[in-house]
């Protein structure tokens, strides 16, 4: 009987440890959702250390899902060191919300003496390759990891000898699901089930003018449960030229797990696009004029018109007097869409400079001693736990963390 009271009152004092730990015992809607929700993950992570109510309370998925939705989405950039002994290479994510222009380039993830690329991305979850200096498909290890809680999983022996196009969630069954291609004979399409990571990958129906098109070498857009591919990044179909090569847009619907395509503007050159919100944007070099970035606009996605938006002229010496800019360097551009206005991102040797729609220079972060490339990814954190990864152990998820 002593015991059972014993036990109340030590349960009793915990509770009211618990209480007193809830920042001066604020209401916990205020508490929960309108302070620890607007914690980066890195801090909200230290929360869980404070208390069992505060573990209890940052761990449910209805508040993690909701802290992932207020995230800010950061592209993703390619850091090589240029000087020093062993080179190495990482990814690197840009945030210029940081106070300080030392922490606007965040470290996410590196390989010592080898090459790491990012395939994919989707809720936080990146798709890695690495290998040598030059690996090919048919050679590069991938994995899914996710940098927040810096677990990851290993998919080298089910995804040998496919290229990775795109990562997504499959809406009526949550899974997410890698859409992968075959590379050896006969060439198809397939999907690749994280949840189910012990089953070999499945084909995908797809036309033959589909299969033709090659692998793509810019991040595919996923926007209203659509993957979509430029195609600017895809090989000519059979028996076509540079002059008469259809331009369109190669589209997976996540959903049904189907193909079609969609026009694009017309007289297009080395198109990519970009989410401008919810609608689809797109940008491209002006045929004539090398320095001048034309955007159009896709007002209407169901009847799929375009509309043209703006020009930016970007590269001017006037601009940035300060960064010499070659021809090769001219390629390192992506548009993103912040606070109602088109930006564009552009990469200088060590330097990455953002530009409004009238060409003017917003900001710009400097990282000596490093190259700098866009991967044209986004990353998202969340800390959202995902039943495909193993269990945290010590030395297990160390790699290729920072």
């Avoid at 109340?8 to 015992?25: I, P, T, V």
């Avoid at 993830?109 to 390759?129: F, H, M, P, Q, T």
């Avoid at 690749?192 to 070498?217: A, G, I, K, N, Q």
Wanted: hydrophobic share 35%; glycine share 6%.
């Amino acid at each position: 009987m002593k015991a059972g009271i014993g036990d109340r009152k030590m349960s009793s004092q915990q509770r009211a440890r618990d209480k007193s730990a809830r920042a001066g015992n604020l209401p916990e809607q205020i508490f929960l959702w309108e302070i620890l929700i607007r914690l980066p993950p890195k801090d909200l992570n230290r929360c869980r250390a404070v208390s069992r109510a505060w573990r209890r309370a940052v761990s449910a998925r209805d508040f993690l899902l909701a802290h992932h939705r207020r995230q800010p989405s950061l592209p993703l950039i390619n850091r090589r060191s240029i000087i020093g002994e062993p080179r190495w290479s990482n990814i690197a994510a840009l945030d210029h919300r940081a106070a300080q222009a030392t922490q606007q380039i965040q470290p996410v993830a590196r390989l010592d003496g080898s090459n790491v690329s990012v395939k994919a991305s989707c809720d936080g979850l990146l798709i890695l390759a690495e290998g040598g200096l030059r690996p090919t498909p048919l050679e590069a290890r991938c994995s899914v990891c996710n940098p927040a809680t810096r677990q990851i999983r290993h998919l080298s022996s089910q995804l040998k000898g496919h290229a990775v196009l795109g990562l997504y969630r499959h809406q009526p069954t949550s899974e997410y699901r890698l859409l992968l291609r075959r590379l050896c004979s006969p060439i198809s399409m397939q999907v690749f089930e994280l949840d189910h990571h012990h089953m070999p990958p499945r084909r995908v129906e797809c036309t033959r003018e589909v299969l033709c098109y090659p692998l793509t070498s810019s991040a595919p857009l996923l926007l209203r449960g659509n993957l979509h591919w430029t195609w600017h990044t895809l090989p000519l179909p059979f028996g076509q030229t540079e002059t008469n090569k259809t331009k369109t847009i190669l589209v997976f619907d996540t959903t049904a797990e189907s193909f079609r395509q969609m026009p694009s503007p017309p007289d297009v050159h080395a198109a990519d696009l970009f989410d401008m919100d919810g609608v689809l944007g797109m940008y491209s070099w002006d045929n004539g004029d090398r320095s001048t970035v034309r955007i159009w606009v896709m007002q209407d996605y169901e009847s799929q018109v375009w509309s043209p938006k703006c020009s930016v002229e970007c590269w001017k010496e006037s601009l940035v007097p300060e960064i010499p800019l070659t021809q090769e360097q001219r390629n390192l551009v992506m548009a993103m869409y912040e606070e109602g206005d088109v930006r564009l991102l552009l990469a200088s040797e060590g330097s990455l400079l953002c530009v409004d729609s009238q060409g003017k220079l917003l900001r710009s972060s400097r990282d000596d001693g490093h190259s700098l490339s866009i991967s044209k990814h986004f990353l998202k954190q969340s800390l959202v736990s995902y039943g495909f990864f193993p269990e945290l152990r010590v030395g297990i998820n160390a790699w290729p963390f920072i």
